[in-house]
């Protein structure tokens, strides 16, 4: 499975961004696709999942009420909505699919490349 993560750039605060990650191969309706993001100098963290199969949904506090996971099964592609974007969201956004519920990246064994997303003030 490869993953491609795009729709990252420059927005001011408050503004929007919708990233996508697009998996090529079959993603098993066990799987679960996350977003994580990394801001220099900082460990990778968590942002949201979703299952592939059921639409169950996670979020991290910080961007809960703000950030939306949705997905298109027919495109294979997994989305973030970013709304309400603060300076501190601003960091390279990853993709990653893995098989059970959790917000450690250890647990993800496919990623994508990344996409930088930089909110200025």
């Known amino acids: 499975v490869q993953l491609q993560a795009s729709g990252g750039g420059l927005v001011q605060a408050g503004g929007s961004l919708r990233l996508s990650c697009t998996a090529s191969?079959?993603?098993?309706?066990?799987?679960?696709m996350g977003w994580f993001r990394q801001a220099p100098g900082k460990e990778r963290e968590f942002v949201g999942l979703i299952r592939w199969s059921t639409n169950i949904r996670y979020y991290a506090d910080s961007v809960k009420g703000r950030f939306t996971i949705s997905k298109d099964n027919a495109k294979n592609t997994v989305y973030l909505q970013m709304d309400s974007l603060k300076p501190e969201d601003t960091a390279v956004y990853y993709c990653?699919?893995?098989?059970?519920?959790?917000?450690?990246?250890?647990?993800?064994?496919?990623w994508g490349q990344g996409t930088q997303v930089t909110v200025s003030s």
């Open positions: 191969g079959r993603i098993f309706s066990s799987s679960l």
């Open positions: 990653a699919r893995g098989s059970q519920y959790s917000r450690r990246p250890d647990d993800y064994a496919y």
